[in-house]
Each structure stands twice: as C-alpha cells, then as structure tokens.
C-alpha cells in the first residue's frame, strides 16, 4: 500500500510554486515604489509647472498702436464767425483725392446770415456817420463862438464901457468946476441958492454915472467876461468829447462792417499751398461730423488737410508708466497693418510734455502723444505707398543685452524688496534668493542665484504659503 499523499501529487506542482513565489517578489516592490513616488509628489504630470533658466539676448521693447501721418501737413480751418448763429453750413467741397495747386477752390461756406449783417451795419456805420458829422459842426461852432468872443464881443465891450468910463469922468470934471465957480459967485452974491444947488445936484449926478461906468468896467473884465469865457470852453470841451465818442463808436461800427466783409469773403476758401485733398471728418461721442454739403462747422475747425507724402511720421500714445522708459533719438520698428510683410524703421522725434486730454467715455490711463519720424530710405527700399490715416504698430526699441540669462517673469517671487525663485522636489518647495536686473514684462535678466538650465517653479507666486521666507521687519 502506497503512502498517503504521496500518491495524490502531481507532475510539475513544486516549479509552479517556485515561479508564483519568485513573481511576488518582482510585482510586489515595483507597485509599492509607483504608489510611494505618486504620494510623494513626484515627478509627475499634476506637479507644479516649471521653466528653465536660458541664456541668450535680452531685448526690451514696447509696442504702441498708432496712426500713420504727414509730418508736414497744411490745415485749412474754418476762419468764418458765426456772429451768434454758432454754426456755419457748408455748401459746396471738392471731391476728396483731389490734387489742387495754391489758390484753387476748396469749399464754400453759407454766406447769406452775414450778408443779412452786413446791410445792416451799413445802415448803422451812416447814422453813426450823420451823428459825427453834426458833432463835429457843433465843435467847430464853439471853437468859432469862443475865438468870437476872445477876439471880437470881449474887446469891443471893454471898448464901449471904457468909452462910457471916459465921458462919465469928463462929465464930472466938468460938473466939479461949474460948481466950485457957482460957489464962489454964491458967496459974492451973483448966483442965488436954487442956482447953487441946481450945480451941486449936475455935480452929484456926474459922480454917480461915472461910478456907474467905473463899476461896468470892473464887472465885464472880473466877472462877465470869465463867466462867458468858462461857458465857451465848457462847451468846446463837450463839443470835443462827443467828437472823440462819435468817432470811436463810429470807427467800431466801420471796423465791424470791414470784419463782415472779411467774413464773408473767408467763406470762400482756397488752398494755400499745392497738395491732395484730405476732408478732415471728426468722429467723438459715438458719432461723427463729415465734411460734406449740408454740414454744419464752427470757427477754428479743421476742415481740409492737404498732406505732403513725401515726408510722413507715425503718432503713437504711450501711457505714463512705459513713457519714462522712451527716450528721444531711440530706434523704432514700424508695421502697418495694411502692409504686414512690410517694417519701416524711424526714430523717437518727440515726446509731448504734457498728457494728451482722456476722453471722459473711454479707460481713464493718462498718455503722452509721440512723434517717429519714418525713415525715408526705407520707405524708398520697401517700394511702398504710405497714406495719412494707415493704422501701424510701433515697436520703440528700449534696451538689448546680449548673453543674459533670462526667467519669466512668473518664475519670480518678490519678498521684502527681494527676488526669490523655486524649486520643487519630494519634499516640497524651496526658495532661492537671486539677483535680477532688467525686465521687459515677459522675461527678467538674472544676475546670480541659479544655474543655467536649472528646472524652476513657474507661477511662483501661487505657491507663497508653500515656502518659508524670511520675516519682514516691522517699522
């Protein structure tokens, strides 16, 4: 009898054991490493997303949109005062495109409110005129009246009372002697009392006329005779006055009717240099003003540009904070949008002083308008037409440095006035302190702290609470 067990084995039973024994332990460590790596952290696909630190050429430039123009380029502006209507109607304007020569017709304004004006004012220039006329007779009556008076009535008055003065005073000498002779034959008794007081009463009389003439006298030259004189010059002195206020309000009522007539003479409007014709359209506030018949102007508007293209520049609004970084004299490459295979190279010209005025609907960023001037020769070597008007991009070309290692910015972490990078490793995130220089908004140059090709935490800063930084000081 066989050995139980023994007879119940079969072939082959002991190497399939030996095979499952050896594949667990294979499999076994392999799935606990996997599982241990993707709990740590590892390199793996939801980790932190990393860039490296390269080395090449720095270069900081800053890309404006601007509008292509004439940089010498002739307005004509509405020179017509409404005179209290505001607006000014065009009715008549050469077809934009058109080539014109100094002198030619280029618009014509409504002129018939200013010659509705201008009728009256000239009715009112010859009352004022009919006014100053008779001002000026009366003043040369009063000049006339006080030389009269000066020269003729006054002498002649003085005349006749001296005259009268002289009679009054022989008449009483002669009184006197008749009476002292008609004294002494009363005292020897050959006149009698009636005839002696007959001479005293002729004497007395004679006296009295010639105090009379004294006195005439004295009142024409102390009195009479200033009193008229101050009414004469008083009068001269108005007649004067009114002449100089007849002849200003006379001179502005012949000045405003030459102004009317320059107005209406400035309705027409000619070119005054050679040119093509460009209508100035104002578009604000959602909708425009064209320039066209019909249409209304104010005084000082833009209404035709007649632009030079031999000579052309770019005009470019670079806000406050890149405009300290432009600089007159820099380089600038320059692409419109409709050439795109096309760049123009120019230079910085001129930067405003002042910011350009923010319209009140649009993004409140103060900007300061800037002049490029265009290159000629590459205009010349590009074999291309440029026109006011074109929408081009301008990049202004801020700094090159050449073998700089470089970052993005995002792989920057900025503490207490310092700059740190990361790493991300099993055990989590590490800062590095480096030193960084010049940044374009994209990249930053990096002086010391890494190494070229090191791996680093992009996005650095979503990962702040992961580090430990160095405590700020408190003030």
């Given at each position: 009898?066989?050995?139980?067990?023994?007879?119940?084995?079969?072939?082959?039973?002991?190497?399939?054991?030996?095979?499952?024994a050896?594949?667990?332990?294979?499999?076994?460590?392999?799935?606990?490493?996997?599982?241990?790596?993707?709990?740590?952290?590892?390199?793996?696909?939801?980790?932190?997303?990393?860039?490296?630190?390269?080395r090449?050429?720095?270069?900081?430039e800053?890309?404006?949109?601007?509008?292509?123009?004439?940089?010498?380029?002739?307005?004509?502006?509405?020179?017509?005062?409404?005179?209290?209507?505001?607006?000014?109607?065009?009715?008549?304007?050469?077809?934009?495109?058109?080539?014109?020569?100094?002198?030619?017709?280029?618009?014509?304004l409504?002129?018939?409110?200013?010659?509705e004006?201008?009728?009256?004012?000239?009715?009112?220039?010859?009352?004022?005129?009919?006014?100053?006329?008779?001002?000026?007779?009366?003043?040369?009556?009063?000049?006339?009246?006080?030389?009269e008076?000066?020269?003729?009535?006054?002498?002649?008055?003085?005349?006749?009372?001296?005259h009268?003065?002289?009679?009054?005073?022989?008449?009483l000498?002669q009184?006197?002697?008749?009476?002292?002779?008609?004294?002494?034959?009363?005292?020897?008794g050959?006149?009698?009392?009636?005839?002696?007081?007959?001479?005293e009463?002729?004497a007395?009389?004679?006296?009295?006329e010639?105090?009379?003439a004294?006195?005439?006298?004295d009142?024409?030259?102390?009195?009479?005779?200033k009193?008229r004189?101050?009414?004469?010059?008083?009068?001269l002195?108005v007649?004067?006055?009114?002449?100089?206020?007849?002849?200003?309000i006379?001179?502005?009522?012949?000045?405003?009717?030459?102004?009317?007539k320059?107005?209406?003479?400035?309705?027409?409007?000619?070119?005054?240099s050679?040119?093509?014709?460009?209508?100035?359209?104002?578009?604000?506030?959602?909708?425009?003003?064209?320039?066209?018949?019909?249409?209304?102007?104010?005084?000082?508007?833009?209404?035709?540009?007649?632009?030079?293209?031999t000579?052309?520049h770019?005009?470019?609004?670079?806000?406050?904070?890149?405009?300290?970084?432009?600089?007159?004299g820099?380089?600038?490459?320059?692409?419109?949008?409709?050439?795109?295979?096309?760049e123009?190279?120019?230079?910085?010209?001129?930067?405003d002083?002042?910011?350009?005025?923010?319209?009140?609907?649009?993004?409140?960023?103060?900007?300061?308008?800037?002049?490029?001037?265009?290159?000629?020769?590459?205009?010349?070597?590009?074999?291309?037409?440029?026109?006011?008007?074109?929408?081009?991009?301008?990049?202004?070309?801020?700094?090159?440095?050449?073998?700089?290692?470089?970052?993005?910015l995002?792989?920057?972490?900025?503490?207490?006035?310092?700059s740190?990078?990361?790493?991300?490793?099993?055990?989590?995130?590490?800062p590095?302190e480096?030193?960084?220089?010049?940044?374009?908004?994209?990249?930053?140059?990096?002086?010391?702290?890494?190494?070229?090709?090191?791996?680093l935490?992009?996005?650095a800063a979503?990962?702040?609470?992961?580090?430990e930084?160095?405590?700020?000081?408190?003030?």
């Amino acid at each position: 009898m066989a050995p139980i067990g023994r007879a119940d084995r079969r072939p082959g039973a002991s190497s399939q054991v030996l095979l499952a024994a050896t594949a667990g332990t294979i499999v076994l460590p392999l799935v606990g490493w996997l599982f241990l790596e993707n709990w740590w952290g590892g390199a793996q696909s939801g980790g932190p997303l990393t860039c490296t630190a390269v080395r090449g050429t720095f270069t900081h430039e800053i890309v404006q949109k601007g509008t292509i123009e004439c940089a010498s380029n002739v307005e004509v502006k509405c020179e017509v005062d409404a005179r209290g209507f505001w607006f000014t109607n065009i009715l008549e304007v050469v077809p934009e495109g058109t080539h014109v020569e100094a002198g030619d017709f280029l618009l014509q304004l409504d002129s018939s409110p200013l010659e509705e004006l201008l009728v009256r004012q000239e009715i009112v220039c010859s009352q004022y005129e009919a006014a100053l006329i008779r001002t000026e007779t009366w003043l040369e009556t009063c000049k006339v009246s006080l030389q009269e008076y000066v020269d003729g009535l006054l002498p002649r008055d003085e005349q006749k009372l001296g005259h009268a003065l002289d009679r009054a005073k022989e008449k009483l000498r002669q009184a006197t002697v008749t009476l002292e002779a008609s004294e002494a034959m009363f005292r020897r008794g050959y006149v009698t009392q009636i005839a002696l007081e007959a001479d005293e009463y002729a004497a007395e009389k004679a006296r009295v006329e010639f105090e009379t003439a004294q006195t005439k006298l004295d009142v024409l030259k102390n009195y009479k005779s200033k009193k008229r004189l101050n009414d004469l010059q008083s009068y001269l002195a108005v007649a004067e006055a009114s002449v100089r206020w007849r002849r200003h309000i006379y001179d502005l009522a012949v000045k405003e009717l030459e102004n009317l007539k320059q107005q209406i003479a400035n309705c027409t409007i000619t070119a005054p240099s050679a040119g093509q014709v460009v209508h100035a359209h104002l578009h604000h506030n959602g909708h425009s003003h064209l320039i066209e018949p019909g249409a209304f102007v104010w005084r000082k508007r833009v209404l035709i540009r007649l632009p030079n293209s031999t000579e052309m520049h770019a005009k470019v609004h670079i806000p406050e904070t890149k405009v300290v970084q432009v600089h007159e004299g820099q380089k600038v490459r320059i692409h419109c949008e409709a050439l795109p295979a096309i760049e123009l190279t120019g230079t910085v010209q001129l930067i405003d002083e002042f910011p350009a005025p923010m319209e009140h609907w649009g993004p409140q960023i103060k900007c300061y308008e800037t002049a490029i001037s265009i290159d000629r020769d590459s205009i010349v070597a590009a074999g291309v037409d440029l026109r006011p008007g074109l929408t081009a991009e301008v990049t202004v070309e801020i700094d090159e440095q050449a073998e700089r290692m470089m970052l993005p910015l995002q792989a920057i972490l900025k503490h207490g006035g310092k700059s740190y990078c990361l790493t991300h490793d099993r055990s989590g995130f590490h800062p590095h302190e480096v030193q960084t220089g010049a940044a374009n908004g994209k990249f930053v140059v990096i002086h010391e702290g890494i190494a070229e090709h090191q791996e680093l935490v992009l996005g650095a800063a979503n990962y702040r609470g992961e580090v430990e930084l160095p405590e700020l000081e408190r003030r």
